[in-house]
């Protein structure tokens, strides 16, 4: 047991022995090496630290922007809904099995002018008499409807009033498929200033809706929505999120879900030139029945052109109507009109659509296929008038 303890001492005593003389080994390495320095030498220049790189950490600032689609859905509503009016009104009567009633007209419109000029859909007013216009302040007014539009679904109501809040229109030439829009309006006929919300699903789509009374409308060049769009929505706007009216609701596919139809706002706003000129709306004509041509009618036809508008009429209505235009140019049955001046005709493009691009009293040149061969054909646009 001594023996271990005076091993256990010897190496303990070793231990320290060792770590004395490193010490005082290094301490006479370091003094010699700093005796060594040139003059002038500084000790950083003599360990090296002057020729160390520095590094510059990149740092970067990370932004994290959230783009709050409902505020601009809620700012849009804002803009818009002060504008938007219900219009309620009463129809003809009629005579069903509990005798005769007169039905009740219910829509939705939007003010165009700030002294009272609201634009809406004519199948809301087809029919109807007696309006009464329901501002978005709960006031209400007797309107009087001062014009339709002859080719599309739009009207024009007028009450007496000042200092209206007035939408702001669009450009729907600006359109894109995926763009956030939302509908407001007078849903069910009750439910007043509804907003619902939805994208553009496409462009240039027709449609042939139909009306209470069985009144059929041939659309063309209309937006395609997913927007909810129901009874009462009629005539109320569609706007992107800078709270612009872009299109007029107008139709929904009743076999479908959330597939509606709304005209495009700059048909609107031609209509409006046409009645603050004319005091009614006008539109040119060319005065012919025509379907859209496809490659499938193209090839049955043997034509030589699968686009372009053919000129064909039915047991109810002639080719070409007797007194216009079509007929004082020598239009005839069966020719495919292609161009206007130099507009291709289209499926989606369709002659009534440019057309309506065009002033009555406008001269156009059309491209037009008869019996094989291509020829031109000089034409005076008329005026076409619902009034």
């Known amino acids: 047991m001594q023996q271990l303890q005076k091993n256990k001492v010897l190496f303990i005593g070793g231990v320290l022995l060792s770590f004395l003389v490193v010490s005082v080994i290094g301490t006479f390495g370091v003094l010699y090496f700093l005796s060594a320095t040139p003059a002038g030498e500084t000790l950083r220049t003599k360990l090296g630290l002057d020729n160390l790189q520095t590094f510059n950490i990149q740092t970067s600032k990370t932004e994290k ?18 504008s938007v009016v219900s219009i309620a009104g009463t129809g003809a009567p009629i005579r069903d099995i509990f005798g005769f009633r007169t039905p009740q007209t219910s829509g939705t419109g939007f003010i165009v002018t700030s002294d009272g000029l609201i634009a809406t859909n004519k199948h809301v007013v087809d029919g109807g008499k007696d309006f009464t216009i329901t501002t978005s302040d709960s006031k209400s007014y007797p309107g009087v409807v001062v014009s339709k ?3 599309t679904d739009l009207a024009l109501i007028k009450i007496e009033a000042r200092g209206l809040p007035v939408a702001d229109l669009g450009d729907s030439d600006k359109i894109q498929v995926g763009q956030w829009v939302i509908a407001v309006g007078n849903a069910l006929g009750e439910l007043q200033n509804s907003v619902t919300v939805g994208v553009i699903s496409a462009l240039e789509r027709k449609a042939t809706p139909t009306d209470a009374s069985g ?7 209309l937006f395609q929505t997913d927007t ?5 929505n009629s005539g109320g706007p569609l706007v992107n999120l800078k709270g612009q009216v872009i299109g007029i609701n107008t139709a929904i596919a009743g076999n479908a879900q959330n597939i509606g139809f709304a005209i495009q706002v700059n048909e609107l706003k031609k209509a409006l030139d ?4 004319n005091g009614k709306i006008v539109r040119p004509y060319i005065g012919v029945r025509y379907q859209a041509l496809t490659k499938a009618v193209a090839s049955s036809l043997k034509l030589t052109v699968e686009k372009g508008a053919l000129i064909i009429g039915s047991s109810t209505a002639p080719a070409i109507a007797a007194g216009s235009p079509a007929e004082k140019a020598g239009l005839k049955e069966n020719d495919v009109i292609t161009r206007v001046d130099n507009q291709e005709i289209t499926e989606t493009n369709t002659l ?13 040149t059309l491209t037009v296929l008869r019996d094989g061969k291509t020829i031109s054909v000089e034409l005076t646009l008329g005026e076409l008038s619902s009034d």
Not at 215 to 221: F, I, P, S
Not at 228 to 232: K, T, Y
């Open 149 to 151: 539009d002859p080719v």
């Open 352 to 364: 009534g659509r440019i057309t309506r691009k065009y002033n009555p009293g406008d001269k156009v």
């Open 274 to 277: 046409s009645y603050r000129e």
């Open 228 to 232: 909810a769009i129901n009874p009462g």
């Open 215 to 221: 009144k059929v409308e041939n659309l063309d060049g």
């Open 65 to 82: 922007i959230i783009v709050e689609e409902s505020s601009a859905i809620i700012d849009a509503n804002k803009k818009i809904n002060s």
